[in-house]
């Protein structure tokens, strides 16, 4: 019997005793390929001993030194390599403990940030339908996920969400990609003239969503016009990277691929690897300053934020990320993923869609090509699909309630970086496999 407190207390897993490379092994022995890096993690795999060894180093230095008295060396270098490759004027990195954690600091810093500006009537937020920005309440009031915001409706705080930039379902016929992103975006400006722009204190997007909707890129242009609204309405654009960054997308930080500066920008998963749970909240020079002029304290903070274990470990990570070519192997691997998904699932009768970038990889399954149909929620598609997946040796990302919360079925790749080719076939076919079988 065990006293922990599952995930599903009807669907126990078994126990992991080993990792290998991209492999994750069970106590019985068996090998699972993990094509999805958990949830977007692992993106050195299992067993990379540089980061192994400069946790144990870190360690034996120290443990553990509340940011309340100390900062620390491993927290002071991650911070400089951050902002030494961070996009636009990122100048200050705040270390936390996870994603949720990260989004949460985003919000209220955006709201300290105009109540020291002196406007005070900027508290709303604007997110998208579709979203995912984290399990707190802040960070759930912004996402938009109707099925992970349902039951908790009464606790939640009053933020608006426009339609995502989700091509698949919500381009026009003839309309091209460029003006579908373009109309997207538009969106905002109308909610932002709906709230009353003296009201609204900033937007905030995954560049690339991951968990609720299966790797959904923009359209291009569509960050570069979302820029141009908050600059024309002087309201903070707050990028969450939490699933897509870290080099999951090709580039560091995704935002640099749609070629727009962030004011706050959230990153975790990837920062840490797995190897210790890190997310960081990055902002500009001029939130800082504005803060450090005014009341000079940030109201808010965490026990374990910057802790040096963890710290260390996410400064091994990047610099392994920045140092071993490993951005253009994501993008060299990706695209070898995409032809062979295209070539497996191009032309599958319950395949609708196959998108991404990087190693960050989407299909989006329906029950009709030509009509988009999703499948009937009650199927249980995608909890099918992870558990043959599962049975096949195969750890994947499948989720329901892709197109509003409740309707649609995707899976979610995103493997470690160093998957070799012959992984990308053993993915594959094992994905396929386990598709067919329970479709």
């Given at each position: 019997m065990s006293h922990i407190f599952p995930r599903h207390s009807k669907v126990l897993p078994p126990r992991a005793v080993g990792g290998d490379g991209c492999y994750l092994i069970g106590e019985d022995g068996k090998r699972y390929l993990d094509g999805s890096g958990g949830a977007a993690v692992s993106c050195l795999g299992h067993s990379d001993r540089d980061v192994i060894e400069a946790v144990?180093?870190?360690?034996?230095?120290?443990?553990?030194?509340?940011?309340?008295?100390?900062?620390?060396?491993?927290?002071?270098?991650?911070?400089?390599?951050?902002?030494?490759?961070a996009p636009g004027t990122i100048d200050r990195v705040y270390l936390v403990s996870g994603g949720s954690e990260a989004t949460e600091a985003a919000i209220k810093l955006a709201r300290q940030y105009w109540v020291e500006k002196g406007q005070p009537k900027r508290g709303k937020l604007i997110a998208r339908k579709q979203s995912y920005h984290g399990n707190t309440i802040g960070a759930l009031s912004a996402g938009g996920n109707e099925w992970r915001r349902a039951q908790f409706g009464p606790l939640l705080l009053d933020m608006s969400h426009i339609e995502p930039c989700y091509e698949y379902r919500l381009r026009h016929e003839g309309e091209s990609l460029e003006e579908y992103g373009l109309r997207a975006a538009n969106a905002l400006e109308e909610e932002i003239l709906r709230l009353g722009p003296d009201t609204v204190m900033g937007f905030i997007a995954e560049p690339v969503v991951g968990a609720t909707a299966g790797a959904l890129a923009p359209a291009p242009g569509y960050f570069k016009r979302i820029r141009e609204i908050c600059d024309q309405y002087g309201i903070l654009l707050i990028l969450d990277e939490v699933m897509c960054g870290m080099g999951r997308t090709g580039s560091l930080f995704a935002c640099e691929q749609d070629g727009v500066n962030p004011d706050i920008l959230c990153i975790a998963k990837g920062l840490g690897a797995g190897y210790q749970p890190i997310g960081a909240m990055l902002c500009t020079a001029e939130i800082y300053d504005t803060i450090a002029a005014g009341s000079g304290f940030f109201q808010h903070g965490h026990t374990y934020m910057g802790h040096p274990a963890a710290a260390a470990a996410g400064v091994a990570v990047v610099s392994a990320i920045l140092n071993r070519g490993l951005l253009p192997r994501v993008q060299e691997?990706?695209?070898?993923?995409?032809?062979?998904?295209?070539?497996?699932?191009?032309?599958?009768?319950?395949?609708?869609?196959?998108?991404g970038r990087g190693l960050f990889r989407g299909i989006e399954l329906v029950s009709d090509r030509d009509t988009k149909a999703p499948f009937d929620p009650s199927l249980g598609v995608a909890a099918k699909i992870k558990k043959a997946a599962f049975a096949e040796g195969l750890i994947c990302y499948p989720m329901s309630g892709t197109i509003d919360g409740r309707n649609g079925d995707h899976i979610l790749l995103a493997p470690p970086f160093i998957i070799e080719d012959a992984q990308l076939d053993e993915l594959t076919e094992k994905l396929g496999r386990a598709i067919d079988a329970v479709i």
């Open positions: 144990k180093t870190q360690m034996d230095t120290l443990a553990f030194a509340h940011t309340g008295f100390f900062t620390s060396e491993p927290a002071e270098t991650l911070a400089d390599l951050l902002v030494a490759n691997q990706g695209e070898k993923l995409a032809d062979r998904l295209q070539e497996r699932f191009g032309q599958h009768p319950f395949v609708g869609d196959l998108r």
